[in-house]
C-alpha cells in the first residue's frame, strides 16, 4: 500500500515558531513516532512525506536515525492540506490504485489502524477511520448564539488514515480545484462529488496534536504503552 503522509504545515495553533511535526514528543521529534507507525505497518511498502523543502534537512536526518527500511520519497508541501495531498498525489508511482493519506499530525495511530485500514480499501473505493462523537455538538452562529444541536448518534469525529482509489481520488481533487472548494479532508472532496466514503473504526487515542496540551497527552499516551 502507499502512504502519503500530509506534514507541510505550520507551528501556529501550537504557538510554536516551526513545523510542530519537529517538536519533540519522549525524546523524538513528532514525525518520528508517525514514521515508526507506519514502519512497523506490514501493509505499507512506500511511504510520500509531503513537507516543506526548508525542512528536508530535520526530514533526512530523522530518517537516518530511524533506520527505516522502506522507500521513502520526500515531496514538496503546498499551502493548505489540501495542495499538500494534491502534490502528493502527483507524485505517486504510476502504477499506483489504492493510497492511504495519513496526517504527520496524528503521531498516535497504531500500525494495526493502517493495516486495517489498507485492508479495507481494497474492497471500496473511499474510507475514513473515525469514532463516535462523545460530546454534545452545537452549531453556532457568529454572534456566538447556537443554531443547532444535530443528532448525536449520527456524529463521528473524522481522523487519519483515509484511504481511496487514486483514479478517483485525483479527479476529485481537480473538480476541487476547478469548484474552489476548500476542505480540510480528502473524504470531503469525495463527497461533493457525490462518492461513497465508507467508516473504518478509529482509535480514541488517534489524537491530531494540534496544541501544547495535545502534546503532553501525546506523552502520556506514549509513555503508557511502553
Ligand atoms: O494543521 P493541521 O494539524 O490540521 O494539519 C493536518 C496535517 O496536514 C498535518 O500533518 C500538517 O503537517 C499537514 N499540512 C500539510 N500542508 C499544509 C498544512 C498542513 O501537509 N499546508
Redesign the pocket.
Known amino acids: 500500500m502507499y502512504l502519503l ?6 507551528g ?2 501550537m504557538g510554536a515558531d516551526r ?3 519537529l517538536l519533540q514528543i519522549r525524546s523524538k521529534p513528532l514525525i518520528a513516532w508517525t514514521l515508526l507507525a507506519a514502519e512497523a505497518a506490514s501493509s505499507i511498502s512506500w511511504i510520500g512525506i ?3 523543502p526548508p525542512d528536508w534537512d530535520d526530514f533526512k536526518s530523522i530518517i537516518a536515525d530511524l533506520r527505516l527500511k522502506k522507500t521513502i520519497e520526500l515531496i514538496s ?5 489540501q ?3 494534491y502534490n502528493g498525489l502527483q507524485a505517486l508511482p504510476s502504477h499506483a490504485k489504492r493510497v492511504l493519506i495519513h ?4 503521531c498516535l495511530a497504531t500500525p494495526n489502524l493502517l493495516n486495517a485500514c489498507s485492508e479495507a480499501i481494497i474492497d471500496c473505493f473511499g474510507l475514513i477511520a473515525a469514532v463516535p462523537v462523545k460530546d454534545t455538538i452545537k452549531v453556532v452562529k457568529d454572534n456566538g448564539v447556537i443554531k443547532n444541536t444535530p443528532d448525536r448518534q449520527q456524529l463521528w469525529a473524522a481522523q487519519t488514515p483515509q484511504g481511496f482509489d487514486v483514479k478517483l481520488l485525483k479527479q476529485c481533487h481537480d473538480e476541487g480545484i476547478r469548484q474552489g472548494w476548500e476542505v ?1 479532508d480528502d473524504a470531503a472532496l469525495f463527497e461533493k462529488c457525490g462518492i461513497e466514503v465508507r467508516i473504518v473504526p478509529g482509535e480514541e487515542t488517534n489524537l ?3 496544541t501544547p496540551q495535545d502534546l503532553a497527552m501525546a506523552e502520556f499516551i506514549l509513555s503508557s504503552r511502553e
Open positions: 503522509i500530509p506534514a507541510a504545515g505550520s501556529k495553533r513545523n510542530k511535526l509531503v513537507s516543506q508541501g503546498g499551502s493548505t492540506r495542495e499538500s495531498v496526517d504527520g499530525a496524528r480540510t491530531k496534536i494540534t
